[in-house]
């Protein structure tokens, strides 16, 4: 059997019990009616659940082609990436946080010259910052860059 359309399978499965539990939740709170908010996400988790069966059976006879060599650098600067940003949005703002996103995805794309793209992401995020906060008056995380510009 294809171990990771296995654990793909159960992936599927544990999202649709963990939607099945939200629903059940979900319909205490409005049962006036057949429709209500927990239509669409019960719909979706037994969708899920035919997903999964389907997942396994297919992985248990092995019909999946064959896949390609997976490269994990690039994920790896992505994801870290992602994270740097949850750390630095609070304390360093979203300009620097999210630069230092742009820096990482664009390394995780293949240019890894980050002396070039972290000011380059920098300057971009600033703009896209001020528009949104100045312009749409939309409130985002302002660090001491933005504080330059309050």
């Known amino acids: 059997p294809d171990r990771a359309a296995l ?13 099945f539990w939200d629903v059940s939740r979900l319909s205490a ?6 429709l209500g ?13 035919v997903l999964a069966i389907w997942t396994a059976l297919e992985a248990r006879r092995g019909d999946f082609p064959e896949r390609e ?3 994990v650098g690039p994920v790896v ?4 990436g992602l994270v740097a940003q949850l750390l630095l949005l609070t304390t360093a703002g979203f300009s620097i946080a999210t630069g230092i996103l742009f820096a990482a995805a664009a390394a995780g794309f293949g240019r890894r010259k980050l002396w070039i793209t972290i000011p380059v992401g920098i300057v971009l995020c600033l703009g896209i910052w001020l528009i949104f906060a100045g312009l749409l008056q939309l409130s985002l995380p302002a660090g ?3 504080h330059l510009f309050l």
Not at 37 to 49: E, N, R, S, W, Y
Request: charged share 5%; glycine share 2%; proline share 7%.
């Open 7 to 19: 654990f793909i399978a159960v992936f599927l499965a544990v999202i649709a019990a963990i939607m």
């Open 144 to 146: 001491p860059l933005e």
């Open 77 to 80: 600067w992505i994801v870290g």
């Open 37 to 49: 908010p927990a239509t669409v996400p019960f719909f979706i988790a037994c969708v899920l659940v």
């Open 69 to 71: 060599h997976q490269d």
């Open 29 to 34: 709170v409005a049962n006036y009616s057949r």
